[in-house]
């Protein structure tokens, strides 16, 4: 009985946190379907006396709003896969190989993580000016495409990842590019859904 309670009482508490955390977005919806009256009115109301769905209609004649979530898409999309491409590639780099100025350079990509993004602005900004990105995708997307904290995390999951499966790998006649596709990759998928859920939520 005590334990039925204990997860009685556990449902009960998530539900009461879930209700609070979907509040805000009941109350916009509730909010779109009512009156102008009725939605600046004191003391408020959570619900509509009436719901009025020509709202949505009227909205989307003021303003062109499928372009603007279609450019939302494309740019969180298209910055995510490159954000991952980038990532991906340059952790698997640090990870496995061996080249000059590797520690050098990776510290270079660490020290980045130092640098508040508010003081770019001004200066991302005179480069995609120079550049005559204003105004484009491209403006957009690729200042914001690489980012040394991501590449710093990808790369600690990939060496959890054992040395000896890609040696093994190799003897076998693997190419490096067969090994990141078909054993880290897997290996590693949740890191890399991390990475692109928090992306693509910036973005």
């Given at each position: 009985m005590t334990e039925k309670l204990k997860k009685a009482a556990v449902w009960i508490l998530l539900t009461a946190g879930a209700l609070v955390m979907m509040f805000p977005f009941i109350w916009m919806l509730a909010t779109s379907l009512k009156t102008l009256p009725e939605a600046t009115a004191i003391p408020p109301t959570l619900f509509p006396a009436k719901a009025v769905f020509a709202n949505y209609a009227e909205a989307f004649t003021m303003a062109p709003f499928g372009r603007y979530l279609f450019n939302s898409i494309l740019v969180a999309g298209l910055g995510t896969l490159l954000t991952l491409v980038?990532?991906?590639?340059?952790?698997?780099?640090?990870?496995?190989?061996?080249?000059?100025?590797?520690?050098?350079?990776?510290?270079?990509?660490?020290?980045?993580?130092?640098?508040?993004?508010?003081?770019?602005?001004?200066?991302?900004?005179?480069?995609?000016?120079?550049?005559?990105?204003?105004?484009?995708?491209?403006?957009?997307?690729?200042?914001?495409?690489?980012?040394?904290?991501?590449?710093?995390?990808?790369?600690?999951?990939?060496?959890?990842?054992?040395?000896v499966l890609y040696k093994a790998a190799k003897i076998d006649g693997c190419t490096d590019w067969r090994y990141l596709w078909r054993i880290m990759m897997p290996i590693n998928k949740n890191a890399i859904a991390t990475i692109g859920i928090l992306t693509f939520i910036s973005q």
């Amino acid at each position: 009985m005590t334990e039925k309670l204990k997860k009685a009482a556990v449902w009960i508490l998530l539900t009461a946190g879930a209700l609070v955390m979907m509040f805000p977005f009941i109350w916009m919806l509730a909010t779109s379907l009512k009156t102008l009256p009725e939605a600046t009115a004191i003391p408020p109301t959570l619900f509509p006396a009436k719901a009025v769905f020509a709202n949505y209609a009227e909205a989307f004649t003021m303003a062109p709003f499928g372009r603007y979530l279609f450019n939302s898409i494309l740019v969180a999309g298209l910055g995510t896969l490159l954000t991952l491409v980038i990532t991906v590639l340059a952790a698997y780099a640090f990870t496995v190989f061996e080249f000059p100025g590797k520690s050098s350079l990776f510290f270079c990509c660490l020290a980045t993580m130092m640098i508040p993004a508010e003081l770019l602005i001004i200066q991302n900004f005179i480069t995609v000016s120079k550049l005559h990105w204003v105004n484009t995708f491209q403006g957009i997307i690729i200042p914001t495409i690489a980012s040394g904290f991501y590449i710093y995390m990808m790369r600690e999951y990939f060496l959890q990842t054992p040395s000896v499966l890609y040696k093994a790998a190799k003897i076998d006649g693997c190419t490096d590019w067969r090994y990141l596709w078909r054993i880290m990759m897997p290996i590693n998928k949740n890191a890399i859904a991390t990475i692109g859920i928090l992306t693509f939520i910036s973005q």
